[in-house]
């Protein structure tokens, strides 16, 4: 049975935590708290969960999510990641993380950012344009006519291929927007970034097939 590991455990990353349980998944999760705070999350999410520290949930995933602050990234455990496919699902946002010079001036994606303290892994963009209650409501089966589509940008295939297996295995389909240093298409406030799946005020969203993501993302400015 694959597992996949959660570095932070918001609202994100138990809704991708969910959905890997119901297909099947093993899930350990962590945050910058310590295991025992997220007890009531794994007694609801059942016995395919547990807690663990965050190296230990590194170590423990053939993927690994990671789902914290952009301002956390120096935390990250590095050496139980090395070789690890990462998804990350960070935004980057000033007035919680503070100024970031090479983020201010463009002159990194965050992820690439993520990957200066995790030189060893191979990081992934995805899931970070999406609301999580959205994430949760528009799962569809393989073949569904109203499939929803994310995102993902990377630079090693084999991770890329890693990433669309497990997306596709929770419910969705894939655009691949391309390199790490591509993945500002899918950044907070971009076309691609929420609004394709409606707003939030509107729980259930509605679906976003490939051609709606891929006209978003070649709209996108920087």
């Not at 962590?30 to 007694?43: C, F």
């Not at 455990?77 to 201010?104: F, H, M, Q, S, W």
């Not at 999580?132 to 990377?154: M, N, Q, V, W």
């Not at 596709?168 to 691609?192: C, H, K, M, N």
Request: hydrophobic content about 40%.
């Amino acid at each position: 049975m694959t597992t996949v590991g959660f570095i932070g455990s918001g609202n994100i990353g138990s809704a991708i935590a969910r959905l890997a349980i119901e297909a099947g998944y093993q899930v350990v999760l962590s945050n910058s708290r310590g295991p025992e705070t997220l007890a009531d999350t794994v007694a609801e999410l059942g016995p395919r969960a547990s807690a663990a520290t965050s190296g230990e949930a590194a170590a423990a995933g053939d993927i690994v999510v990671v789902t914290v602050p952009v301002k956390a990234f120096p935390d990250m455990p590095a050496a139980p990641l090395a070789g690890k496919t990462v998804i990350d699902t960070c935004n980057y946002g000033p007035e919680r993380d503070g100024p970031i010079p090479e983020l201010d001036s463009k002159s990194l994606t965050s992820s690439e950012l993520l990957l200066r303290y995790i030189p060893d892994a191979m990081v992934v963009k995805a899931f970070n344009n999406i609301f999580f209650k959205h994430l949760l409501a528009l799962t569809c089966p393989e073949g569904a006519a109203d499939r929803s589509y994310l995102p993902i940008a990377g630079d090693s295939a084999p991770a890329k291929a890693a990433v669309t297996a497990f997306i596709e295995s929770i419910g969705y389909s894939v655009v691949d927007t391309g390199p790490l240093a591509d993945s500002w298409r899918q950044a907070t406030d971009t076309p691609v970034w929420g609004t394709p799946y409606g707003p939030p005020s509107n729980e259930k969203g509605r679906p976003a097939g490939g051609d709606a993501i891929r006209a978003a993302l070649a709209t996108a400015t920087r």
